[in-house]
């Protein structure tokens, strides 16, 4: 039946470049540095391709995707 299919749906080829600045884009966004924000989309900037958008879409969603480690209490005693 489907057990042994041999067709495959390919999936589309992804920019791993513009997958890495998503993550990067997302990792300075929550560290709140603004100077490699700008940085970045300045590079996205350049390259205006629906694919690519959406490539680096996929990569802020991948590491938003993991929450943030919780802060713990300052806990020195005076």
Known sequence: MGLFNRKSNPEPA???EM???GREYA???R???T???NR???QVGNDK???DLSDF???QESYDSIPPVPRGRNRRSK
């Open 49 to 51: 391709d629906v694919t």
């Open 40 to 42: 970045i989309m300045r």
């Open 27 to 29: 990792i300075a966004r």
């Open 31 to 33: 560290h709140r540095d």
């Open 57 to 59: 879409r996929s990569g």
């Open 14 to 16: 992804r920019n791993e």
């Open 19 to 21: 997958v890495e600045l």
């Open 35 to 37: 100077k490699a924000m």
